[in-house]
Structure formats: structure tokens, C-alpha cells
């Protein structure tokens, strides 16, 4: 199958392990797709400075500096736009982005969870694995989706269970979970270039080689 390299347009409000890790791949050959621009909700967020390291092309875009959730989410759409970007990557990024009919099925949401399992609005970040120890199960993983206009929705990609652990705290899960999100994300950014995600309703099939 004819692979291209996708431009990704990635948002962020935080650390930026996320972005780290496609970098890494990126660098080391292991990814074929390249970052065109990061996006960040946050001024001072660790994963600017990752891309600015780089000289990757950079916006700062902040929720307070909008009237409402569309218009913020406007501007996000024309930056991606400016940057020909070709898949959009939500990388632990903690705001509502509308997505608009030109990029239903070209964005992606990383979830630390089993979705539909512990996911929703509120699940983010360590509240998500809190709320999966609280309920007792013995499983739980990561979710590589496409985006919809719903939290933790859209049609799901990829999946990577992880085993809950006896004397499991948020943080050791939380690790755990992320080793998996780090095969995860790269993999569904590679069956996109690669051209093989075929979206039909809410099932994604993955296409043979
Ligand atoms: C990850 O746990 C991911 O599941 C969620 O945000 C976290 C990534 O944040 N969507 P970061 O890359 O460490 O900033």
C-alpha cells in the first residue's frame, strides 16, 4: 500500500510526553509522518518548549482569548489549515475542540482507558485511573480514537490492555498505561499513512497490507 507522510498538527496543554514519543519515532525512522505545527492551550507548557527545541513550528492558542468554545476552536482550524496539516493529534490536550466537517475522521484522540470504560468528560489524567481502581477492575489499557464532537467518542482504532495490579496506585498504572500509549498512538498514525483506516459508522477496520 502507497505510504505518504502525513503532516500532523498536534495540540497540547501539558508535559508533552505524548509529542516526545512521535518525535522520537519520527527521528529514529520508525514513524512515517512529520509534525508541522504543535499547538498549545498553554503559554508554559513543557511540550512548546519540545517543539520549539526542534524548530517545529509553534502557535499558543488559549482558551480565555475567545469569546466562546467555536471561536476558539475556529482559530485551531485555521492554523491547521495554514500548516496543510493532515491528521490532527489530540496529545493530552484538556479542552473541547470542535471539529469541523473538514476533519471528521483526520483527528485523534488518545485515551488512557478501555472506552466506552472510564472515559467522558471529567476522565482525564489521573482521574481516570483513581476511578478504575475505586470500581475494582482488572483490566484496563489505552484507546487510540478518531475524534467526534463528543468526548471520548468517535470510532475506536486501537486498543492495548494493561493488567491491574494488587496494590496498583494511580501512578503505577498511569505508567504502565503510558508504555502502552506509546506503541499505540505511533501505530494508528502509521495504519493512517499507511492509508489502511476505513471508517464505516462506528467500526474502524483496519485494512490488510
Ligand atoms: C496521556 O495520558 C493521554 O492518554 C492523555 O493525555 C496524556 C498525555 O499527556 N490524553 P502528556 O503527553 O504527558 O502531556
Keep these: 500500500m502507497k505510504e505518504k507522510r502525513p503532516r500532523l498538527g498536534v495540540l497540547l496543554s501539558g508535559t508533552g510526553r505524548t509529542l516526545e514519543n512521535l518525535l522520537e519515532r519520527i527521528e529514529g525512522g520508525?514513524?512515517?509522518?512529520?509534525?508541522?505545527?504543535?499547538?498549545?492551550s498553554?503559554?508554559?507548557?513543557l511540550g512548546l518548549l519540545r517543539a520549539q527545541r526542534r524548530k517545529i513550528p509553534?502557535?499558543?492558542?488559549?482558551?480565555?482569548?475567545?469569546?466562546?468554545?467555536?471561536?476558539f476552536?475556529?482559530?485551531?482550524?485555521?492554523?491547521?489549515?495554514?500548516?496543510?496539516?493532515?491528521?490532527?493529534?489530540?496529545?493530552?490536550?484538556?479542552?473541547?475542540?470542535?471539529?469541523?466537517?473538514?476533519?471528521?475522521?483526520?483527528?485523534?484522540?488518545i485515551h488512557p482507558a478501555l472506552i466506552p470504560a472510564f472515559c467522558g468528560e471529567g476522565?482525564?489524567?489521573?482521574?481516570?485511573?483513581q476511578a478504575v481502581l475505586a470500581?475494582?477492575?482488572?483490566?484496563?489499557?489505552?484507546t487510540v480514537h478518531f475524534a467526534d464532537n463528543q468526548y471520548d467518542h468517535g470510532p475506536v482504532?486501537?486498543?492495548?490492555?494493561?493488567?491491574?495490579?494488587e496494590g496498583d496506585t494511580p501512578e503505577t498504572l498511569a505508567?504502565?498505561?503510558f508504555e502502552e500509549e506509546k506503541e499505540a498512538l505511533p501505530e494508528a498514525i502509521r495504519l493512517f499513512a499507511e492509508g489502511r483506516l476505513r471508517v464505516e459508522g462506528r467500526v474502524v477496520h483496519i485494512l490488510p497490507l
Design 30 to 40: 520508525r514513524l512515517p509522518a512529520e509534525v508541522a505545527i504543535v499547538i498549545s
Design 42 to 45: 498553554r503559554k508554559d507548557a
Design 58 to 71: 509553534t502557535a499558543v492558542i488559549r482558551p480565555k482569548d475567545y469569546r466562546d468554545s467555536s471561536s
Design 73 to 109: 476552536s475556529a482559530e485551531i482550524t485555521r492554523t491547521l489549515e495554514t500548516n496543510r496539516v493532515d491528521l490532527v493529534v489530540l496529545a493530552g490536550f484538556m479542552h473541547f475542540y470542535q471539529i469541523p466537517k473538514a476533519f471528521e475522521n483526520r483527528v485523534v484522540n
Design 123 to 129: 476522565f482525564y489524567g489521573h482521574h481516570v485511573h
Design 135 to 142: 470500581y475494582g477492575v482488572k483490566i484496563s489499557g489505552c
Design 157 to 165: 482504532i486501537l486498543q492495548r490492555a494493561v493488567v491491574v495490579l
Design 175 to 177: 505508567a504502565r498505561v
